[in-house]
């Protein structure tokens, strides 16, 4: 079997770039990378003469090379997000080849359910209690709130807002909360961080999430320290190296690789390997697309430990691109599909609508009609000026 070409999709527009390899025996694999749209089409148009003609099933080896020959031309970035969706394509092939799900790929299935965090926005908050009431609804036993106006506000403010999403979500919530240190030129620094981990701490939130930048290595380690509660952060790093020093150092409590991002599932299982010899958690980033929940979710079964995947709610990419669409059960999980390869299939009537809908730009926020939907919107140089 050898990979004789590959197809691109473009669904989000300006972030997510989908790719399908396609072999000689008519079998194919889904991968996707989270990158700009113009940088990360520009790598795979460089990588792709290093792909085709490949066996699919030597995923290690035909990454490693991608890898290797991109010394010299970016290694992380663009260029790590492309091989990213490069990997994920391959693993998905491989199962579907061999007919054994990625997970039994990975070295065996621990666990045939993974929990499940709902992930949204802080803003708008003049919705979010009724956003939380949506969640609940759907079944979610855990949520992630994230960004503005968190950390850009006083810290009387910042715990407003969270005695606002306690009492929302209940007791039985588990709460997780993410700063957005990720935002550029952040202020928040090492006491300004401390003094919210320890306000977090007063309402049972279960981790902080980006707190300080995400090159401050040195606040990471005291804050991961200082902090009652634990220190999450990772999803901007790409490739396995990036991590080593934050892994050393004890610089987090839960690692967060992103699989669209660090390389794919074979840097992710990399890096799992390392954090779990240094006695770190890793969740996976998952703020992507239904290729990205899927690969989370298989590699989150061939975890021994307890592990999240998170659901980017109202997210159309994740939502209405997949099927069988992903389902929670009463205990808030997601099942994970044992059918060869990722165990999903891409809707391509979907795909393509979102392909050919110019004005399509996902905005993961609640809408004027109140659904868990991506709203729609075309930015223009008026609405700019304005």
């Avoid at 790409?238 to 660090?262: E, N, T």
Wanted: aromatic share 10%; hydrophobic share 40%.
């Amino acid at each position: 079997m050898r990979i004789t070409d590959w197809k691109l999709y473009t669904p989000g527009q300006d972030s997510h770039v989908f790719l399908e390899l396609v072999t000689d025996n008519g079998i194919s694999g889904w991968g996707a990378g989270f990158s700009e749209k113009g940088q990360v089409m520009g790598a795979l148009a460089w990588l792709k003469r290093f792909v085709v003609g490949e066996n699919p099933l030597e995923v290690e080896r035909v990454t490693e090379k991608l890898h290797e020959i991109t010394f010299w031309f970016g290694r992380g970035g663009a260029m790590t997000h492309a091989i990213s969706a490069i990997n994920i394509a391959l693993w998905d092939l491989a199962g579907k080849a061999l007919g054994q799900s990625v997970s039994v790929l990975l070295g065996g299935c621990h666990k045939r359910k993974v929990p499940a965090y709902g992930s949204v926005l802080f803003d708008p908050v003049g919705t979010l209690t009724e956003r939380i009431e949506g969640m609940k609804e759907k079944g979610f036993r855990a949520m992630k709130f994230g960004w503005e106006p968190f950390c850009h506000q006083s810290l009387s403010e910042d715990e407003k807002l969270i005695r606002l999403v306690r009492k929302a979500t209940g007791d039985d919530v588990t709460v997780l909360v993410d700063a957005g240190g990720s935002y550029p030129f952040w202020k928040l620094r090492l006491k300004d961080a401390l003094q919210r981990a320890k306000m977090l701490a007063d309402y049972g939130v279960y981790w902080f999430e980006e707190a300080l930048a995400p090159d401050d290595i040195e606040g990471y380690v005291r804050l991961r320290e200082l902090s009652p509660i634990k220190i999450a952060h990772g999803e901007v790093l790409a490739r396995r190296q990036s991590f080593l020093p934050y892994l050393r150092r004890g610089a987090m409590d839960i690692a967060q690789p992103d699989v669209c991002k660090v390389g794919g599932l074979s840097e992710l299982r990399r890096i799992a390997w390392l954090a779990e010899e240094a006695g770190i958690e890793v969740v996976p980033h998952g703020w992507n697309t239904a290729i990205g929940l899927a690969t989370d979710l298989q590699f989150g079964a061939s975890l021994s430990g307890r592990s999240f995947v998170e659901f980017n709610v109202g997210n159309t990419l994740i939502e209405q691109l997949a099927y069988p669409p992903f389902r929670l059960d009463k205990d808030g999980c997601l099942e994970v599909p044992s059918t060869p390869g990722l165990g999903i299939e891409i809707d391509r009537d979907v795909l393509k609508k979102f392909e050919t809908s110019s004005d399509f730009k996902p905005i993961w926020r609640w809408d004027e009609e109140k659904l868990f939907e991506a709203a729609r919107s075309q930015v223009t140089p008026e609405t700019i000026s304005s």
